[in-house]
């Protein structure tokens, strides 16, 4: 596992200095803004959907300077789900990765305006050449992208976990919201490599069977972290599902039916992962991380 | 002018019925926020933007469903960036095209989450093979689209615009700002056809001096109205800008001076169109009436 986190953090560091580089700068007055974009985009934070992407995207041979960006934008659209998330009107969170939240740190206004630019910039990012040779399979990202984190998708999730009463919510109502809020967003991060190259369609299929366990079991374990983990290691608000009335599979299975679900799901994301064999190591190690994580 | 009005009708409801079958629908828990998404995009309007859309692009041969297409991807811009604009930690609007706001008639965070989903939508429309069979000219319209709505532009104008201290303010301050806020995505509307159509850089550059006069005058007389219009008319709250310390061209240049300025820039944006000779009488006739409009 110690391999592995080295791992994930050179993956990272370099999504990082892509970011730096890709987001906007200016001396004008709409500076403001573009420094909140780097404070959400560049803060602390696992990178763990940059990090699939890359992954994914080595073992079907995909350019890495394409998976890089590609990896950014997707950084930044899982930065503005968090600003625009963590929003007073929303789930109004005073601390994320271990921070204040962008509107704690600047203002509400600020806080809208930067994720409305982190989402535009992410569908500036896939559209440019550099992306990809191949402006076909630009528009296929872009379509994709779009359909993860639109109304069907991300937004819709989090729509539906605004919901005022939950008291009727069955594991099927939870396991759809959650597939929408963020199992669409990591899916299509394990999509990046196969639309970037001309790998087999089992493939495809592979990975999507590999993200939808791991998807949930990311849910299902950011569920526990919030009853079991602490802020400290978190880095944000715990014990607050409950306080918010929000509908969690821990809150339906209970901490030790929750575990076992996560635990079965990861193994079955593994199995997805065969055809791969050796290959596919860090894979299998990320889906182990994903239940033994701490924050 | 009654034929302009007529043709300017007809545009805006052909849009609206394109918006209608893109518009995504559900009959989930996430069916509120694409209900508010239709409230947004689908309610009163003069849709200008697609209107200068169609209009330029009709001028270079563009095709019919492309333009419509990018016409309902620019209106669902727009509305995402009313409803944004609209919310109580930016401008505080309750009325908008003479209806309650969004977030007045549904909550906060579902108006957040219509306007991250509208925006989202125009890059999946633009994207979509539908809106042109070549990928390259798909990726150029979501190119110049984001740079337009992203930080450099909308976004960053909106910015700037929300800043506290405008005591200092000059004409070419305020220009800036509008350019950006407004005037970016005026541009690019008039640069769909070009893109969409094999035209001479004449023409784009004949488009975008036209957009730029154009955009300039129309934000001068949306300042006239707030001053002298009535709400009746403008469909929102006006005197508006004074009381919320906005520092706009009449607050400059005073009524006669903004008035003047606006008709140059009026005669400006239409000896832009002089090579197209009667062929652009249609383009004439919007400028003409962005400067008797009173609403």
Redesign the interface.
């Known amino acids: 596992m110690a391999n592995f986190i080295a791992v994930l953090e050179e993956a990272a560091d370099r999504v990082t200095v892509a970011l730096d580089a890709l987001l ?1 700068r ?1 001396d ?3 500076t ?3 420094e909140a ?1 780097r404070y959400a985009a560049l803060g602390p934070g696992k990178r763990i959907r940059p990090f699939l992407a890359i992954e994914c995207g080595r073992l079907v041979n995909a350019e890495e300077r394409s998976l890089l960006r590609c990896a950014a934008a997707l950084e930044c659209v899982h930065a ?1 789900s968090l600003i ?1 998330d963590d ?1 007073p ?2 789930d109004d969170d005073d601390v994320r990765r271990g921070r204040a939240t962008v509107h704690r740190e600047y ?4 806080a ?2 930067a ?3 982190l ?3 992410a ?2 990012i ?4 550099d992306t990809h040779g ?3 399979r ?2 296929e990202l ?2 994709r992208m ?2 993860a ?4 998708g991300m ?6 976990d ?2 005022d009463d939950k008291s009727d919510w069955d594991i099927a ?1 939870i396991t ?1 919201m959650q597939r ?1 809020k963020t199992g669409a967003l990591i899916s299509f991060a394990t999509e990046v490599g196969p639309i970037l190259s001309d790998c087999d369609a089992f493939v495809r299929r592979a990975f999507e069977g590999f993200a939808h366990d791991l998807g949930l079991a990311f849910q299902i374990t950011d569920d526990l972290l919030d009853v079991e983990g602490s802020s400290q290691d978190t880095g944000k608000r715990t014990r607050k599902d409950d306080s918010q009335g929000k509908a969690t599979f821990v809150g339906i299975l209970g901490v030790e039916g929750a575990r076992n679900q996560a635990e079965r799901l990861i193994a079955q994301a593994k199995d997805h992962l065969d055809p791969f064999g050796e290959r596919a190591k860090i894979l299998r190690d990320a889906a182990d991380y994903v239940l033994t994580r701490r924050g």
Chains 1, 2 share one sequence.
């Open positions: 906007p200016s004008g007055p709409e403001r803004v573009m974009m503005y625009h929003l009107c929303m203002d509400e206004a600020t809208v305006l994720g409305d630019a989402l535009t910039l569908f500036e896939l559209a440019h050449p191949s402006a076909a630009r528009c872009i379509t779009s359909a984190s639109g109304a069907r937004v819709g999730g989090q729509m539906i605004m919901a109502t759809r929408m």
